[in-house]
Nanobody
Framework: VQLQASGGGLVQAGGSLRLSCAAS????????MGWYRQAPGKQRELVAA???????NYADSVKGRFTISRDAAKNTVDLQMNSLKPEDTAVYYC???????????????WGQGTLVTVSS
């Protein structure tokens, strides 16, 4: 299973970016997919997650500005980021909790990070 993330870049404060993550490989079912971020010198933190049923969860710091969405048919998860702030600068990682067959437990899979830089 591979997760391929894209969409990072440099943006001015107040601007927008959209991150995308596509999962490929032998996938039976998802439990949830989400986005995490890690700023320099800080621990990785949850930004947003979405369950297979469509329930969403956001970090308080991004509520009202970020929106997570998922295309179940394409095994993709997107993060629309609006009103970006310099403190949103970080490497963003997508994560999927999935199982590769009905007989296997759910496991966590991570994509490579994509850098988001917000200038003031």
């Amino acid at each position: 299973v591979q997760l391929q993330a894209s969409g990072g870049g440099l943006v001015q404060a107040g601007g927008s970016l959209r991150l995308s993550c596509a999962a490929s490989g032998s996938i039976f079912s998802f439990n949830h997919m989400g986005w995490y971020r890690q700023a320099p010198g800080k621990q990785r933190e949850l930004v947003a997650a979405i369950t297979s049923g469509g329930s969403t969860n956001y970090a308080d710091s991004v509520k009202g500005r970020f929106t997570i969405s998922r295309d179940a048919a394409k095994n993709t998860v997107d993060l629309q980021m609006n009103s970006l702030k310099p403190e949103d600068t970080a490497v963003y990682y997508c994560k999927a909790q999935l199982r590769r067959s009905w007989s296997l437990p759910y496991d966590d899979y991570w994509g490579q990070g994509t850098l988001v830089t917000v200038s003031s």
